[in-house]
């Protein structure tokens, strides 16, 4: 899986570089960001503007990371969803769960 990560604002942000978040490749995902969190990093922006699917293990691999976040009083927000994305969490009403931000801009103006 093609993820980059950069510190902004205070947060750690990973980059998805990825069309698509499936049984393939979210199990890495959810490894890097439990790896993350172990060693210290709890504030997480997911940038998923190059996604274009997520399937039930991506959004297990995503909600696996923001439990194990808020665990250690951080946060796991996700930014720059693709509306096809976006109705995956709408229809598993997981939209209630996450921080939904349109940019980076308005997650650090809200995580910060």
């Not at 980059?4 to 698509?20: A, P």
Request: charged residues 25%; negative net charge.
């Amino acid at each position: 899986m093609k993820l980059k990560l950069e510190k902004m604002n205070g947060c750690s942000v990973i980059f998805i570089q990825e069309e698509r978040i499936d049984a393939h490749n979210s199990g890495e995902l959810k490894e890097y960001i439990l790896h993350m969190i172990e060693h210290g990093e709890i504030n997480i922006i997911v940038q998923l503007e190059s996604v274009r699917f997520i399937d039930s293990s991506g959004l297990g691999a995503l909600l696996s990371g923001y439990k194990n976040a808020a665990a250690k009083s951080g946060k796991l927000a996700l930014a720059c969803c693709k509306q096809q994305v976006l109705s995956m969490f709408e229809l598993t009403r997981l939209n209630r769960v996450f921080e939904i931000y349109t940019d980076l801009n308005e997650a650090f103006e809200n995580e910060a």
